[in-house]
């Protein structure tokens, strides 16, 4: 449709073959990331260990779905159905936390006074 | 597209009378198959959702309960899921050569694989229940202090006297009228804004893992005799968080094992090969959005920092 | 581009000994059935039943309100009955009905494509509607659900009636809705055939496709939001329950994520069908199709930031108030594109009131109140005097009875292609017309009984609003009596009626190129595609009562 090599791939009855060597090296990569993300607990960054966690896991998720979910020789649209259902997954989550993000400081207020 | 037409005109078994060519065929199974898997990105976009709101207004439970998950088992069940996933991508692999035997052979590891995730799944689960770690009103950590009865029986007494420890937090925030709260502010707020001042007082400072067997020191009298648990509030909302996004996770590999095993019972009877292996395909598709979406899970709830 | 369209010989000749309600006969061949046509047919049947049992609901509720105090029920059952006419004619009727129905019966046809993408899929998604239908009538039988179609928390989780049923039966019709809107993405995607381009598209399929992008996206949330909610009545998991600390506010939020989409799904469709009346009646190109095509999508997009309308009132934040309240205004834009598109396609154009026209003209005037009358509901400071009053009541059901509106014109203007026979014009318009009447007298009153302050919901009223609740339930009577009218000369014309020519309107979508009704392939040749808005290459034939094709060569 839009890249010369989608098109290569349509013309055949079979769609794409991935080689053994990059499925395993995919497979390796998201072993190794794992070890990482459990890693990173031991390391303080206060707040950002939850975004640190979460990119590590989103690199995780990409791998999976471009090489394992064949993305890279699929047509783009299913691509674009993934990206698309994740823009609302972040709308939904993110007008909710905008809204609770407004009581924050109510919370956060009330247990300061704890002794 | 003549090319196909030529192809399609020996109309092979598999082929779908409405369809022209295989290729349309795998084409549109394969869209399809994406429009489920959005619809069930979006299906568990309300469980982390929900997790993104009380981890937001209340981190204090998260830190303090994500210490009852045992992490190594679920470091274990991460690697045998990502094991799975690419023992299925290995299987597309072979079925689109042609390799009948590999593809049986790495299906059914992948349903092991399965068997493993919910058998770990299960030690987890089994170990919570016996320990009280339940969501909601079953929350009821006596096994953790040893001073308490047995598990059994409080859940039904807890409904009626309201000194147990599961009963407990129900009877703090009853405090709050209920309009109120539904009409003005998220979630447990009112636990620490309105109900009464004595219950709030006995909240220590320090929280965490660290005082989970010391009593707490409180002056506010019914409470006296409990423990510390008592510092973080409604541990219970992160059990209900757990068990929900597990709970259906757990439902999904079922899923995934139960579509696998069909492909496996007809890639045995060979109907798969180079021509056509959208079945093994789509169940894939299925068993690696399995697979990440535990990728998410794993470090938002074992791996709270 | 070839302005006709195409005329297959092969298609028009009457080909009625076999066509797809003779192909095969008997009730197995009915029920097994793959064939989009025939599961479009038990769809309508099935519709039309929960129709007229949610309309017993509507007319059980107005009855009641005919006098201030106790009429025919006790305040209980009038709570159930309330819940259950909401519940029954948005989850079982609304939502399913112009795209289940209709969509399923004529959108491959329209495509030019043999049957939807995935047949055996389409039958599972029926069953599953009958399945879920059943699980949410159960909840009659095993103590009537009495919270109001929205099960807000926590008083679904507290009520001891069958909210559990009901719920799970929203969670199956729910997968029955999304299977639907998958297969109709898929099958516009891949089943085209060649040059039938993505503009060429008649534009209920844009309806269609759009309402399809919701019923994708929005559904899984209502999934999870009903599944946590029967999780927390049976097992109170608390993610819901203050007591426990949880959160009721956000089942709000979660219900009206799918909600809000919601109305779009029920709308949607109904723009389309209107898009093709329209035209087909003004004998005229419609106007702006591409604005029309984009204005569907954007509904759909649009339909999905807006949710946090409905919880003005329930504590949500005032940032997200503003927000929400500007972004509600932006979906009237591409709302009036619509109607303006309409009004400018009737424009000079030669105007026959047939009836699914009359119920085309119906809706925008319905619509327009009903969308105009949004815009106080949208505004902040409004909206705290205006909700949960009869105000709401009227504008919901000025747009929903549209929706309804536009699927009796939908049927009307399909009837003789779904069942081959014509119904009796005469008592079609009389029927339009007491609908329409109808329909204006009992809601247009309660937009003035809810601008003075009468509450939704509520069993009894003070004596002041006498007068009005007594005219809106002579007005639901009126329209009880317009059903009863269309459902009598409908089910005459199956065994009476006039034998339907293909194209009995002058419609140029490919649907009027198979005979009436279609045969079991729909089409014999793959058909080649032109403009489905150019009406030229048809000419009236006054002796079968019908258009035929103009022959090759006559000038217009």
Known sequence: MSSPAVEHHHSEDQGHVVSLGLLAGVWLALLVLTVVTVGAIYVNLGKLNLWLAMIIATIKALLVAVYFMHLRWDRPFNAYILVGSLIFVLLFIGFVMMDTAAYLPEIDFKDTLHP | ?305 | MSTTGVHPGSALPDSRESNYLTHKSGLGSWMMTLDHKRIGVMYLISILVAFLLGGIFAMLVRTEHLTPKETIMSADTYNQVFTLHGAVMIFLVIIPGIPAAMGNFVLPIMLGAKDVAFPRLNLCSYYLYVVGTVMALASIALGAVDTGWTFYTPYSTTTNTAVIWMVMGAFVLGFSSIFTGLNFIVTIHRLRPPGMTWFRMPLFLWALYATAIIQLLATPVLGITVVLLAVEKAFHIGIFDPQLGGDPVLFQHFFWFYSHPAVYIMILPAMGVISELISVFSHKHIFGYKFIAYSSVAIAILGFLVWGHHMFTSGQSSLANMIFSALTFSVSIPSAIKVFNWLATMFKGSISLETPMCYALSFIFIFGIGGLTGLFLGTLATDIHLHDTYFVVAHFHYVMFGTMIAFVGALHYWWPKMTGRMYSEFWGRIACALIFLGMNITFFTQFVMGSHGMPRRYFNYIEQFASYHQLSTVGAFIQGIGFIVVAIYLAHSLFRGRRAPANPWGGNSLEWHCSSPPPHDNFAVTPTVGDCYDYSGWQYDAQIGGYIPRPVGAEH
Request: hydrophobic share 45%; aromatic share 12%.
């Open chain 2, 1 to 305: 597209m003549n090319q196909h037409e030529a192809h399609g005109s020996e109309h092979p078994s598999f082929l779908a009378h409405h369809f022209a060519t295989p290729r349309q065929q795998f084409e549109a199974g394969k869209l399809g198959m994406w429009l489920f898997l959005s619809t069930e990105i979006l299906l568990f976009s309300g469980l982390f959702c929900a997790y993104a709101v009380y981890r937001a207004n209340h981190p204090e439970i998260f830190v303090y309960a994500h210490h009852f998950l045992d992490s190594t088992l679920g470091a274990i069940n991460t690697v045998v899921l990502i094991c799975s996933s690419f023992t299925m991508a290995w299987a597309v692999r072979s079925a689109q050569l042609g390799q009948k035997k590999r593809l049986c052979v790495l299906l059914a590891f992948t349903i092991l694989c399965g068997f493993g995730f919910m058998g770990i799944k299960f030690i987890e689960y089994r170990h919570k229940w016996h320990a009280g770690l339940l969501p909601g009103k079953h929350y009821n950590p006596q096994a953790h202090e040893g001073d308490h009865a047995p598990v059994s029986g409080h859940a039904d007494e807890a409904e009626h006297q309201p000194t147990t420890t599961a009963a407990r937090h129900p009877v703090e925030s009853a405090a709050v009228e209920p309009e109120h709260q539904a009409a003005t502010t998220p979630a447990s707020t009112p636990a620490s804004s309105t109900a009464s001042e004595e219950h709030t007082l006995q909240v220590p400072p320090t929280i965490g893992p660290a005082g989970l067997a010391a009593p707490v020191t409180t002056t506010a009298d019914v409470h006296a005799e409990e423990s510390t648990d008592e510092k973080v509030k409604n541990v219970q909302i992160f059990f209900s968080i757990y068990f929900a996004m597990t709970g259906l996770h757990g439902l999904h590999v079922l899923a995934g094992m139960s579509v696998i095993g069909w492909v496996l019972w007809r890639s045995m009877r060979g109907e798969f090969g180079p021509l056509y292996y959208t079945p093994v395909d789509l169940a894939g598709l299925y068993w690696h959005l399995v697979d990440l979406i535990w990728i998410y899970l794993f470090p938002l709830l074992y791996l709270i920092h």
